[in-house]
C-alpha cells in the first residue's frame, strides 16, 4: 500500500512522479511504459520512485483515479447553470463538460481503457467512478421527478445506467475510436436524447418529436399513460 509522504517536499515529488507517469503512460503504453523512463521525466533517481510506489501498477491506478475523478468534477461550469431553473441546460451543459474532459484526457483514457480489460484494479476505478457518477445523475432525476419535469414512470437506476453508458460510449467513440462528430453538434444531440427519455421540456417546448408537432405547447408535468 503506497503511503502518502508527510513532507511539502516528499508531497511535491510525489505529485511530479505522477504527472511524469502520466505522460510516459501516454506515449509509450502502459506495458511498455519502464520505472527508469518515469523516474527520469520526473527528474528523480530510480531509487527514489519507490519510496513514494510500490510498483508501476499502483502508479498507473492513482494516475487513472485522477484523471476519472476530473471527467466527472463538472468544475467547468458556470454556478449560474447548475442553479438554472432550465433542467435541459443544466444537461446540455454537463454533457458539454463530460466530453471536453475526456477529449482532453483522449491519449491517456486510450490506455486505461486497455489497461482496464485484463487489471482488475484499474477496472475497479472504472466501476467506482460510474458508481459515483450513477449516483449523482439518480440524484438529478430523483428531483426532476418530485418537481413534477420528468416522467415519474422513469426507474432513476435504470435511467441513470443507461444515459450515463450512452455518453461515456459515445466519448469513446469519438475520441478514442476516431468517429468522425462535431462536438457542438453532439452536445447537442446527446442533450436532445436525454430530453426526450427523460420526458423534459426546454422553456415549455417538448423535445420529443411527436409531441413537438403539436400546436400546443405541452405542459411539463403532462405525460401519456
Known amino acids: 500500500m503506497d503511503s502518502a509522504p508527510r513532507s511539502a517536499k516528499g508531497r511535491r515529488t510525489r505529485a511530479r512522479l505522477i504527472d511524469a507517469g502520466k505522460t510516459v503512460f501516454e506515449r509509450d503504453g ?17 531509487g527514489s520512485f519507490y519510496h513514494y510506489f510500490e510498483s508501476k501498477e ?32 443544466r444537461i446540455r451543459a ?24 485484463y487489471n482488475d484494479e484499474v477496472r475497479q476505478v472504472r466501476i467506482q467512478r460510474d458508481k459515483r457518477l450513477g449516483a449523482r445523475t ?23 445506467e443507461a444515459l450515463g453508458g450512452m455518453v461515456a460510449r459515445f466519448a469513446e467513440n469519438f475520441f478514442i475510436a476516431g468517429h468522425k ?27 420529443s418529436p411527436l409531441k413537438a408537432q403539436s400546436p400546443r405547447p405541452v405542459p411539463p408535468a403532462t405525460f401519456s399513460s
Do not use: C
Open 30 to 46: 502502459f506495458l511498455q511504459a519502464r520505472i527508469s523512463d518515469i523516474a527520469a521525466e520526473a527528474d528523480v533517481s530510480h
Open 58 to 89: 499502483s502508479l498507473f491506478r492513482e494516475v487513472a483515479e485522477d484523471v476519472e475523478a476530473r471527467l466527472i468534477s463538472m468544475s467547468d461550469i458556470p454556478p449560474d447553470t447548475e442553479h438554472t431553473s432550465d433542467p435541459v441546460e
Open 94 to 117: 454537463a454533457n458539454r463538460s463530460y466530453l471536453v474532459a475526456y477529449k482532453s484526457e483522449a491519449r491517456i483514457m486510450r490506455v486505461i481503457e486497455e489497461v482496464s480489460r
Open 138 to 160: 439518480e440524484a438529478s432525476i430523483r428531483r426532476l421527478q418530485t418537481d413534477g419535469l420528468a416522467d415519474p414512470r422513469i426507474d432513476t437506476s435504470y435511467a441513470a
Open 181 to 207: 462528430f462535431d462536438l457542438d453538434k453532439a452536445v447537442d444531440q446527446l442533450t436532445i436524447i436525454w430530453a426526450n427519455a427523460l420526458g423534459l421540456t426546454h422553456n415549455g417546448v417538448s423535445h
